[in-house]
């Protein structure tokens, strides 16, 4: 009869101890997972950080040969034949100064390099707008440029296309008028609900003078039609032109 209460103690010394050891047990496997996580937590920020340095790297190495390529560039025009040059006059070589302004945009993004276009599109105005031959403020721009970023391999291409249609009209699409215009600059992904689109687009648009009626954009005599042109060609993309109170000039590229 006195073994019962006996047995009974022991059969609840054993359960306490069972769940004591099962408690230690939980709390030691749990703080090892949470060192296991906390180690995982610090080889992640220390691959981004070696990633965001060598973005960094890359980064200020690029500006430096597009700088040496431009003082490159000034120098053989100064010297090309002994003939004076537009450069050698301080006009600035704006696709060098784009492919630079656009370095400044770039990104690391699940393991790719990225640009945010929309930035690149705003700094890129305030330089063209520089050497406007109009009042700064008679424009007004509007820059619809998705803020979504875009794979380094097509944003160059679209930067040099944002900088040559933009400067074309602002250079221009205003002569004769001082004052009412408007610059409205797009670009987005198509289809814009689809992780990874079909193409990007790019639709420059102004309330200037105007295309002449028929003209075909590859047979334009000016340099940066001709470089779209091509660009176009190259990435089997489409450059096309609408002249209708002013004109609108929308470049296009597959992915």
């Known amino acids: 009869l006195y073994s019962i209460p006996l047995i009974a103690a022991f059969l609840l010394y054993r359960k306490m101890y069972g769940d004591n050891l099962l408690k230690k047990q939980a709390i030691q496997s749990a703080a090892e997972n949470q060192m296991i996580a906390d180690r995982a937590q610090d080889d992640l920020l220390e691959q981004q950080d070696l990633q965001d340095r060598l973005v960094q790297s890359i980064y200020q190495h690029n500006l430096t040969t597009l700088a040496t390529v431009q003082n490159i560039m000034n120098r053989y025009f100064d010297m090309r034949d002994g003939r004076p040059d537009a450069r050698s006059n301080g006009e600035r070589d704006l696709h060098i100064e784009a492919l630079s302004t656009l370095e ?57 296309a944002i900088l040559e249609l933009v400067e074309n009209s602002i250079r221009h699409a205003f002569i004769g008028r001082r004052t009412g215009h408007i610059l409205h ?19 420059v648009q102004d309330n200037g003078i105007g295309l002449p009626a028929g003209v075909d954009l590859s047979s334009v005599a000016t340099p940066g039609f001709g470089l779209l042109s091509d660009l176009a060609a190259r990435y089997c993309g489409r450059l096309d032109a609408v002249s209708s109170e002013g004109t609108t000039v929308v470049f296009s590229i597959p992915t």
């Open 104 to 160: 400044g945009c770039l990104y690391h993004q699940d393991d790719c390099l990225v640009a945010d276009l929309h930035k690149y599109t705003d700094r890129i105005l305030a330089a063209l707008l520089q050497d406007a031959p109009f009042p700064r403020e008679s424009l007004i721009t509007i820059n619809d440029a998705t803020k979504i970023h875009i794979p380094a391999e097509f944003a160059t291409v679209l930067a040099i």
């Open 185 to 203: 600059i797009e670009l987005r992904a198509e289809p814009e609900t689809h992780a990874v689109p079909d193409c990007y687009k790019l639709s």
